[in-house]
C-alpha cells in the first residue's frame, strides 16, 4: 500500500520520474520472474520471493559479522550460508511447485542453459563436450583430450542427476562432473606408468520426468543407457562406476550422493529435523506424490525397486559408496538403506561416509569436496571394486596318493569355479605357496596344455618347482633339505611323476602375469630365482619377484603377504587390461 501511495505521489508532483520508476520496476518484475518463474506464477510472487530472499541473505550476512566473522557452521563458508539462506526461502516458500509440469518444465530448461554456459568454461580445460541422442533424449558425453582418449585404459563415469524426479537437466551438472572425471584422472595416473595410464570419461544420463512421466520411467531410462554403454561403446562392466541395480551384468561400484531412498515414505510427509537443509517436507511430499501419485503405484514401487524390500539382497551388490550430509534432509534414509545392508543383508562392501554440518547436495556448491567422492572413485578403481571371495581347495596327498593327483584336483577345481560357479578366468586369480605354488604352475601348465583359458593371474609365495639340491641349504630357514628331500625319495619310489613338478620344464610362454614372492633367507630363494630367469629368457616378462633381505617364509606367512600379495592381485589385474 505504501508502495502504492508513493508511486501515485510521484505521478502528480514528477511524472518524469514516474515513467522512469515505473519502466524500472517493469523491468525488475521481468527480471525476477525470469529468475523465478520456476517457483512463482505472477509477477507480484516473483517481488516477494526476491525480496524475501534477499531479506534472508541480508540477516545472515549480519548474523555472520555479529559472530565476528564466524559462519553459522564450522564446516561453512560466508559464500556457502549466504546462497543456502537465499535457497532455503525458495524451497519453503513455492518448492512443492517443481513438480508442476509447467515449473518444471521452465526449470529444466533454465538448468540447461545455466549448465551449458558454465560446462563451455570447464569442457576447454578437460576436453570434449559431446551430445548424443538415445531413447529420444538427450545425454552427454564429457571426454578427455584427444591423447587422453586413446588410452587402452578407459574408465566411465555414469552420472545420474537428482532434481526430484522432475526437475533440472543433465546440462546443470557438466561442470561438476568435468571436476569429477578430471581429478579422478589426475590422481589414478599419479600413481601409473605412462603406458599403463588410465582416461576418465563422465557419461552424463538424461531421463523422462514427472509429472509427464511417472514411475517407472526414469528407471527403465537409466538402465537402458547402462546397456547402451555394454552394448553401443563396448564398454565392460567393471569400467564404469555408479550404475543401477536390476542386472546381471553390474557395474564396477556405485556412489549414491544424499540418495532419495525411500520415495514412497516421503508421499506421507516425514518429519524430520533438518532446519539447515534446502529441503522442506511439503517439497518432498509433492515430490513423491508427483512420482507416485497412487497408493497401487506406490505399492507397486515397494515392490519392484525398494531397495529396503527385504526380498531385495544388498549384498550381492558391487561396492556402494553413500555420501550424505550431518543437516541433510534425507540423513535418515541414507543411514536406513546402509543398515539395511549391512546388518540385515550381510553386505560388507557398503560405506556411509556423512560430512559434519553439511545439507543435501552439498558437494555441488562446496567444490572442495569433490575430494571424497574423487578419493573413493581412485580407490574404487585401483581396489577394482571386488567383493572378492577365497576359495581354499584342497587336494589329494602324499602319501595315499601319488602324483599327478594333486594336478589333477587343481584343475578340477579350476574348472568347477568356471562351469559351476560361472566365474569368467579374468575374474580367477591363482595362489599359492611353497608346494601348492609349484601346484599352481604345474595347474597352469596342464591348461594352456589343454587349450582352457588361462586365469587372469597367479601369486606364488616361495616356490617348490624342483626338488631341492645339495647346495639348497639355508641355515636360517626352518624347511631344511632332508625334510625335503625325503619327500622327493618318496615320490620318486612311488613312481610318481617328477618331470611335471618341476616348473623349469614348462613352456612359459603366454602364461598370465605371475609374482613370485620369497625371502633372501628362504630355502627356495634360488629357486624362486631360478624361475624368474627362465621366464625372462623365454621373452616372458609379465614374470615379477618380491624379496626382501632378511626375509623368511614365516614371516611372510605371518603378514607381509597379506599385504603385499593384495598389491600383486591388483596388479595382475592391471597388467591383464593395459594389455588386452
Not at 505472477?42 to 549480519?62: C, D, F, M, Q
Not at 545425454?139 to 566411465?156: D, G, I, S, Y
Not at 528407471?219 to 542386472?247: C, F, W
Request: charged share 20%.
Amino acid at each position: 500500500m505504501l508502495g502504492a501511495v508513493l508511486l501515485l505521489s510521484l505521478a502528480i508532483l514528477h511524472p518524469q520520474l514516474f515513467a522512469w520508476a515505473v519502466a524500472i520496476v517493469a523491468l525488475l518484475s521481468v527480471v525476477w520472474m525470469l529468475l523465478f518463474a520456476g517457483f512463482c506464477a505472477t509477477p507480484w510472487e516473483a517481488w516477494k520471493l526476491t525480496s524475501n530472499a534477499l531479506l534472508a541473505v541480508t540477516r545472515a550476512y549480519g548474523d555472520y559479522r555479529s559472530r565476528g566473522a564466524q559462519p553459522l557452521l564450522p564446516s561453512w563458508t560466508l559464500q556457502f550460508e549466504l546462497l543456502t539462506a537465499a535457497m532455503r526461502v525458495c524451497t519453503r516458500t513455492f518448492g512443492h511447485r517443481i513438480v508442476l509440469e509447467r515449473h518444471a518444465r521452465y526449470i529444466r530448461r533454465q538448468s540447461e542453459v545455466v549448465g551449458t554456459l558454465r560446462g563451455w568454461v570447464a569442457c576447454w580445460c578437460h576436453g570434449t563436450m559431446e551430445g548424443v541422442t538415445v531413447n529420444g533424449l538427450e545425454h552427454l558425453w564429457l571426454r578427455a583430450k584427444r591423447e587422453q582418449r586413446a588410452r587402452k585404459n578407459r574408465f566411465v563415469v555414469m552420472y545420474v542427476h537428482g532434481g526430484g524426479y522432475a526437475a533440472l537437466s543433465p546440462r546443470f551438472h557438466i561442470d561438476f562432473c568435468v571436476t569429477l572425471a578430471g581429478e579422478s584422472m589426475r590422481q589414478m595416473n599419479e600413481k601409473l606408468e605412462v603406458d599403463m595410464a588410465v582416461g576418465v570419461d563422465a557419461f552424463l544420463v538424461n531421463y523422462r520426468k514427472a509429472p509427464e512421466h511417472r514411475h517407472p520411467a526414469a528407471e527403465k531410462d537409466v538402465l537402458a543407457m547402462y546397456d547402451y554403454l555394454l552394448s553401443h561403446e563396448n564398454l565392460r562392466p567393471e569400467q564404469i562406476i555408479r550404475g543401477t541395480r536390476g542386472t546381471s551384468r553390474l557395474p564396477l561400484a556405485a556412489i549414491l550422493a544424499c540418495p532419495v531412498v525411500d520415495i514412497a515414505t516421503l508421499c506421507e510427509g516425514e518429519d524430520v529435523d533438518a532446519e539447515y537443509c534446502i529441503l522442506s517436507k511439503p517439497m518432498m511430499q509433492a515430490i513423491g506424490q508427483s512420482y507416485l501419485s497412487t497408493p497401487e503405484a506406490r505399492a507397486a514401487w515397494r515392490r519392484s525397486s525398494s531397495a529396503l524390500n527385504p526380498d531385495h539382497d544388498l549384498s550381492e551388490l558391487p561396492p556402494v559408496f553413500v555420501q550424505a550430509g550431518e543437516r541433510d534432509y534425507l540423513l535418515p534414509q541414507a543411514q536406513t538403506l546402509v543398515e539395511k545392508a549391512k546388518e540385515i543383508d550381510g553386505a560388507s562392501n557398503w560405506e556411509l561416509d556423512v560430512h559434519e554440518d553439511m545439507p543435501h547436495v552439498f558437494t555441488s556448491s562446496l567444490p572442495s569436496y569433490y575430494r571424497a567422492l574423487t578419493s573413493k572413485i581412485v580407490t574404487t578403481r585401483e581396489h577394482r571394486g571386488f567383493h572378492s571371495r577365497c576359495l581354499l581347495a584342497d587336494y589329494r596327498k602324499l602319501p595315499e596318493h601319488n602324483f599327478p593327483a594333486p594336478m589333477e584336483d587343481a584343475v578340477a577345481m579350476y574348472n568347477y569355479l568356471i562351469k559351476e560357479w560361472l566365474v569368467s578366468p579374468k575374474n580367477i586369480i591363482l595362489a599359492g605357496d611353497s608346494a601348492g605354488a609349484g601346484l599352481v604352475l604345474s595347474t597352469l601348465h596342464r591348461l594352456k596344455d589343454a587349450g582352457v583359458e588361462l586365469p587372469l593371474g597367479a601369486v606364488c609365495a616361495s616356490p617348490m618347482i624342483n626338488w631341492p639340491s645339495k647346495e639348497d641349504i639355508s641355515k636360517d630357514c626352518f624347511v631344511q633339505t632332508p625334510l625335503l628331500a625325503g619327500i622327493r625319495d618318496f615320490s620318486v619310489s612311488s613312481g610318481s611323476i617328477t618331470e611335471e613338478i618341476c616348473s623349469l620344464n614348462f613352456d612359459m610362454q603366454d602364461f598370465p602375469p605371475i609374482f613370485v614372492q620369497t625371502g633372501e633367507k628362504d630355502l627356495l630363494h634360488d629357486q624362486a630365482k631360478r624361475l624368474y630367469t627362465k621366464a625372462r629368457s623365454e621373452g616372458n616378462l609379465q614374470f615379477k619377484q618380491w624379496l626382501k633381505q632378511g626375509e623368511t617364509p614365516e614371516s611372510v606367512t605371518k603378514g607381509n603377504f597379506d599385504e603385499r600379495g593384495t598389491g600383486v592381485v591388483l596388479s595382475c589385474y592391471d597388467f591383464n587390461k593395459a594389455n588386452s
